[in-house]
């Protein structure tokens, strides 16, 4: 039996773009069955570009308004929470698709029946849709080596160490919705998706380019690649919040999972041990953090759940100005 597909369209004052992408829709080898446009309280002509599109459309067109503004992952769940169709295809306001994404798309989840969300590859392009030289998967390193351990079944270790699913090349069965909705305020949308996709199933994806991911000022999130300096900078910047809203958020997902399956998931009660730990070794003073470094490297836990010894490096790094702050305070004294 044909599978229904929907498209969830988010927008927020998305006037410059936004026509581009729905063209881009409209022109789809494969239509899709229905577009569900959630607008987040825009304040351009963004709601007369859609209206003006709703006409043209030959497929069922609904655009919702929202009475607040959500944010994108509120905004995601809702315009999901509507979607009819058997497949939901999610869509950002700003992309290009080319012209075969849907109906790539449509060929795995037919030929590959326990596959519960797909995605793929997009090229990274500037406000013109001038290609930038790079791909989305360069940007976030999902090397040929994940990839193959991805398809081997290793995608919860994957996506426990690195985000590599953008919500912009998404797809999902319907099925998924009873687990991944609500979404948690505090997650990316397309994170616990993926998440919760394969743990509640099997991700799938496509190792080609199906969309044009567009960089601009006004984007939340990018796709920029990062030179070896950029990524350093970033990582020492990481402050200890980061690590408490890390650790807030899979707390918030293994709660989800133990209520769901009825058990506790140990490689996310792992990945939050060694947040808790990481937290330590930034409160700790004088040189207490060094034995929690040395213990995370010999386990282990630096190389699974963030960037290996780079990262033992940076706390250490952390330890040694916190000893120097405990020096300084008592010189003082």
């Known amino acids: 039996m044909k599978n229904k597909i929907s498209v969830a369209l988010c927008t927020y004052n998305g006037e410059l773009y936004l026509r581009e992408q729905l063209e881009s829709i409209l022109k789809q080898t494969h239509l899709p069955d229905e577009i569900i446009v959630c607008d987040d309280c825009s304040t351009d002509s963004t709601l007369e570009i859609l209206d ?37 295809v999610l869509s ?16 795995v989840f037919d030929n590959k029946k326990d596959c519960s969300y797909v995605f793929s590859n997009a090229y990274v392009v500037n406000e013109n849709l001038y290609q930038s030289g790079y791909t989305m998967w360069e940007s976030i390193s999902f090397n040929k080596r994940q990839r193959e351990n991805f398809k081997k079944g290793f995608q919860l270790d994957i996506l426990l160490k690195h985000y590599v699913v953008t919500g912009a090349t998404m797809a999902f069965r319907s099925e998924l919705k009873k687990n991944i909705l609500p979404i948690p305020n505090i997650w990316f949308h397309d994170a616990w998706i993926a998440l919760m996709g394969s743990i509640f199933g099997k991700g799938c994806f496509i190792d080609e380019p199906l969309i044009y991911y567009r960089q601009h000022n006004s984007q939340l999130i990018g796709g920029k690649k990062s030179s070896i300096v ?3 900078m970033k990582s020492l910047s990481t402050g200890v919040y980061n690590y408490f ?41 004088g040189l207490s953090g060094l034995p929690i470094i040395t213990r995370e490297l010999f386990n282990g836990r630096y190389f699974k759940y963030s960037n290996g010894l780079e990262s033992a490096v940076k706390d250490f790094f952390v330890v040694f100005k916190n000893l120097i702050s405990k020096i300084l305070k008592r010189d003082r004294a």
């Open 52 to 88: 003006e599109f709703r006409k043209i459309f030959p497929i069922p067109f609904e655009i919702y308004l929202n009475k607040k503004n959500l944010g994108v992952s509120k905004n995601f769940e809702r315009a999901i929470s509507l979607c009819t169709g058997d497949i939901i």
């Open 92 to 107: 950002d306001q700003d992309d290009v698709w080319m012209l075969e994404r849907i109906k790539k798309v449509i060929e």
């Open 230 to 232: 950029e990524k350093s």
């Open 245 to 285: 809203i890390e650790k807030q958020r899979y707390g918030i997902l293994n709660d989800r999972v133990f209520r769901l399956l009825g058990e506790i998931n140990s490689k996310i009660q792992d990945k939050i041990s060694f947040l808790v730990q990481r937290i330590k070794i930034y409160e700790s003073s």
